[in-house]
T-cell receptor, first 112, second 116 residues
Framework: GENVEQHPSTLSVQEGDSAVIKCTYS??????FPWYKQELGKGPQLIID?????GEKKDQRIAVTLNKTAKHFSLHITETQPEDSAVYFC???????????FGQGTILTVHP | ETGVTQSPTHLIKTRGQQVTLRCSSQ?????VSWYQQALGQGPQFIFQ???????GRGNFPPRFSGLQFPNYSSELNVNALELDDSALYLC???????????????FGPGTRLTVL
């Protein structure tokens, strides 16, 4: 089955710096890659997603890139703010039904 | 807010008991997926329901079962609770089937289950 590896497990940056989180996946048939932000005591919140027919997608300060050949995708957050502090999860979905396979998560801390 | 609601918020049970968790999907969504999230881990897929039928299942034993109702709300039932079942249980709604199908899943706030 699908396996998703996420790095780093923790990331600490200063306010205004950029943050990059990377994921690799094992199933070359995976075609949908969402990123979720989870704050303490809350459910995961979708922040951006990308499909396998697109190499890059951007939404204000957040961007995601996908390299299908290498089977990895990355989340880029620019001009980080303290409110960006949370746990971030990447996920991948194969071609059958709706199962999302998640990475282990990255704890992002943005210091003022 | 996603419009996905779950109840109860918290639940404490003892080993061997049974529990039922509930989820109401976002308006217009006909598919509900359930995930288990252990502390410090990513969510793990339990199963998905589409049009009142199980549409796929992860690596969970049969004592994890579910239902989906005509209004697309869903229940997760866990029998013979074990200590390792302590986790945050998340449901996610999406639009499945046909040309309007989307991959995007929107999560509810979760139910925190503690098994003593």
């Amino acid at each position: 089955g699908e396996n998703v590896e996420q790095h780093p497990s923790t990331l600490s940056v200063q306010e205004g710096d950029s943050a990059v989180i990377k994921c690799t996946y094992s199933d070359s048939a995976s075609n949908y890659f969402p990123w979720y932000k989870q704050e303490l005591g809350k459910g995961p919140q979708l922040i951006i997603d990308i499909r396998s027919n697109v190499g890059e997608k951007k939404d204000q300060r957040i961007a995601v890139t996908l390299n299908k050949t290498a089977k990895h995708f990355s989340l880029h957050i620019t001009e980080t703010q303290p409110e960006d502090s949370a746990v971030y999860f990447c996920a991948a979905k194969g071609t059958s039904y709706g199962k999302l396979t998640f990475g282990q998560g990255t704890i992002l801390t943005v210091h003022p | 807010e996603t419009g996905v609601t779950q109840s109860p918020t918290h639940l404490i049970k003892t080993r061997g008991q049974q529990v039922t968790l509930r989820c109401s999907s976002q308006s217009g969504h006909n598919t509900v997926s359930w995930y288990q999230q252990a502390l410090g881990q990513g969510p793990q897929f339990i199963f998905q329901y589409y049009r009142e039928e199980e549409n796929g299942r992860g690596n969970f034993p049969p004592r994890f079962s579910g239902l989906q109702f005509p209004n697309y709300s869903s229940e997760l039932n866990v029998n013979a609770l074990e200590l390792d079942d302590s986790a945050l249980y998340l449901c996610a709604s999406s639009l499945g089937g046909g040309l309007a199908r989307t991959d995007t899943q929107y999560f509810g706030p979760g139910t925190r289950l503690t098994v003593l």
